[in-house]
């Protein structure tokens, strides 16, 4: 299974964004996936996670404007941004935990294994 991200580009501030995660296998028996974001000197950071039940988590820098979303149907894990911040200019990776369990009550205490290339989003004011 191979993830990829699409989505990211020029962004004004204010503004919306989507980022999609296409996946060339099923994500149905994918119990985890998360986006991280990585700014320039910064660590890689985990902003959002979602379990196959829906459960999610948000990074209290994004809750309230980013949503974790998940298509099994369409193999696709989304991103939606609302009002985007300049603090938001990053690299997105989508990721996948393929080992975790069904029963997933903390998203963001996932193993993360499989990893998407990324896709570079830059907020312009």
């Known amino acids: 299974v191979h993830l990829v991200e699409s989505g990211g580009g020029l962004v004004q501030a204010g503004g919306p964004l989507r980022l999609s995660c296409g996946s060339s296998g099923s994500i149905f028996s994918i119990n985890v996936m998360g986006w991280y974001r990585q700014a320039p000197g910064n660590a890689r950071e985990l902003v959002a996670a979602?379990?196959?039940?829906?459960?999610?988590y948000y990074a209290d820098s994004v809750r309230g404007r980013f949503t974790i979303s998940r298509d099994d149907d369409r193999n696709t894990l989304y991103l939606r941004v609302i009002g985007v911040k300049s603090e938001d200019t990053a690299i997105y990776y989508c990721?996948?935990?393929?080992?975790?369990?069904?029963?997933?009550?903390?998203?963001?205490?996932?193993?993360?294994?499989?990893w998407g290339q990324g896709t570079q989003v830059t907020v312009s004011s």
């Open positions: 979602i379990s196959r039940a829906n459960t999610t």
């Open positions: 990721a996948a935990c393929t080992l975790c369990t069904p029963y997933v009550d903390r998203p963001e205490r996932a193993d993360f294994d499989l």
